[in-house]
């Protein structure tokens, strides 16, 4: 018999392929898990529209859960629409640790067009003295600062 | 074919998905060609958001079509004039300042069309539109910033983006002026008045144009067309590079 825990504890290990540090959980992909004797079924919120990283992720999420030998279907669920409120705040600690700033800020009640950019705190060295370089960075989610202080590049992910 | 004849609602998702599928195919060129890396990760980066659009509209439409049709057949199985996108996504990239002032009035009218389009009286219009209108969002800052950067430049890149601004003007002007796919989509809830949507698409426009020191634009004679399925010359040209491998191996997979 399989169990709800059993498959959250699985899914827990299912690391993003672009920042694989963080797990698909930590991440708040994973809107409901459903276990029945017969088939586990799964909702995974979509990160960015065209994010070309969801087919390996469902790929990957397949992979962890065969060892339980239930059936897998993943249902896309596009609304409520993802936001990186959903991160967890260990996943924000583990993104920094990596080298990439986390969100600032809440994304629930920014829907202005060409609000501000917000303050970003360099994740090598901790100086807020930052200034961006280009809104769309190596994926998608992220874009790209320097540190004025250590003068190094980084990742921001952003706040969406 | 099965989606020749189609109710105004599919008809509708159509049109939306054909303006995201033509305008990321377009900026999907630009790929190992901007200016400097940052800038082409940026538009390659649009263009995928666009065709990630693309997808959730058609995979829409072939639902509502049935009978077997798939996202594939829409995009790569209709010839142009079955296609109703507005003649300013099909225009040509040029240079960097026409892609982004092309961009930059395109961008704009998504965001208010993906707010307005989350009245709708179809729950999945609202949720695609709630979806990418966060990644508009960026798009429009983006394109808006380098309006400002160009016009407040050299005098070099105030004079580039001023012609192409002048340039794709009247073909904005399309966006506001309703043909039968989007007035029928008005008329049964589904989508805008989009002729409502111009004041404050022309008001956000004229604030950025400010900011970036150029004069107001004289909008010209407005070019349209694209809605009703009668498209400029490029339109051909943009299907043949992007159907042809789909048509010659109607099977082919990945």
Not at chain 1, 89 to 97: D, M, S
Not at chain 2, 38 to 43: K, N, P, R, S, Y
Not at chain 2, 110 to 132: P, T
Request: aromatic share 10%; net charge negative.
């Amino acid at each position: 018999m399989v169990s709800q825990l059993d498959v959250e504890r699985q899914l827990g290990e299912v690391m993003d392929p672009e920042v694989p540090v963080l797990s698909i959980v930590d991440l708040g992909l994973v809107r409901s898990v459903q276990v029945s004797n017969s088939d586990i079924h799964l909702g995974i919120a979509p990160t960015y529209t065209g994010c070309p990283a969801m087919d390996v992720i469902h790929d990957r999420i397949r992979e962890a859960l065969a060892p339980l030998g239930l059936p897998v279907h993943i249902k896309p669920e596009i609304h409520p629409p993802w936001t990186t409120d959903w991160m967890s705040e260990a996943g924000k600690k583990k993104l920094e640790a990596y080298g990439i700033a986390p969100p600032v800020g809440k994304a629930s009640d920014k829907r202005s067009l060409w609000a501000p950019s917000p303050t970003v705190r360099c994740p090598r060295c901790k100086s807020d003295n930052t200034a961006l370089i280009s809104l769309f960075g190596s994926t998608a989610c992220k874009s790209l600062y320097q540190c004025r202080s250590c003068d190094e590049p980084f990742d921001y992910f952003k706040c969406f | 074919m099965k989606w020749d004849t189609c109710d105004p609602k599919t008809a509708y998702v159509l049109h939306l998905a054909d303006d995201a599928l033509i305008l990321g195919q377009r900026l999907s060129a630009w790929c190992g060609h901007g200016p400097i890396l940052e800038q082409d990760i940026a538009l390659t980066n649009v263009a995928l958001d666009l065709i990630g659009l693309a997808r959730q509209y058609y995979g829409y439409a072939a639902e509502l079509i049935g009978d077997g049709c798939t996202e594939n057949d829409l995009a790569f199985f209709r010839d142009s004039r079955a296609f109703t996108n507005h003649l300013l996504c099909e225009q040509p990239n040029g240079h960097w300042g026409d892609t982004l002032a092309r961009q930059f009035f395109f961008d704009t009218f998504h965001f208010f069309q993906l707010e307005a389009l989350q009245q709708s009286s179809d729950e999945r219009l609202r949720h695609i539109a709630a979806k990418a209108i966060k990644e508009t969002s960026y798009h429009a800052q983006f394109s808006a910033e380098w309006i400002i950067r160009m016009g407040d430049g050299t005098e070099e890149s105030r004079s580039k983006i001023t012609q192409s601004l002048r340039h794709f003007a009247p073909f904005a002007l399309e966006l506001f002026i309703p043909a039968q796919v989007d007035a029928a989509a008005h008329d049964l809830g589904f989508g805008p008045d989009v002729s409502v949507l111009e004041s404050d698409w022309k008001e956000k426009i004229q604030s950025i144009l400010t900011i970036a020191t150029l004069s107001p634009l004289e909008w010209g004679f407005p070019k349209k067309g694209g809605k009703s399925g009668v498209h400029s010359e490029h339109h051909g040209y943009i299907l043949a590079e992007m159907q042809s491998l789909a048509r010659a191996y109607p099977d082919a997979t990945w």
